[in-house]
């Protein structure tokens, strides 16, 4: 399996860095780690996270690290990490 990263999630990536980065710029690093080192765990178990039925008959499924969501997406060999947020912000 390959992890892929969409635009989008690339964009949710950074812009949870900048939010955090002014106040705390150790923690945003941590945090981008923690989150990138985390969807690789899906590598070996992409099943790891919990369907979302209404995506049916897409595979999405989301996998919360520490307290944030990743929904990603299984195609074939490849893992699309689709979006990314805190379970905080109004999704």
């Not at 369907?51 to 520490?66: E, K, Y």
């Amino acid at each position: 399996m390959e992890i892929q990263w969409t635009g989008k999630a690339m964009s949710d990536l950074a812009r949870l860095y900048e939010f955090l980065a002014p106040v705390n710029q150790p923690a945003a690093v941590k945090v981008v780690r923690s989150l990138t080192g985390g969807a690789t765990r899906l590598v070996d178990n992409p099943r790891l996270g919990e369907p979302l039925h209404q995506f049916d008959p897409r595979d999405v499924r989301r996998l919360q690290i520490g307290h944030y969501e990743v929904r990603y997406e299984i195609q074939g060999s490849a893992i699309f990490i689709l979006r990314l947020w805190h379970t905080r912000e109004d999704r």
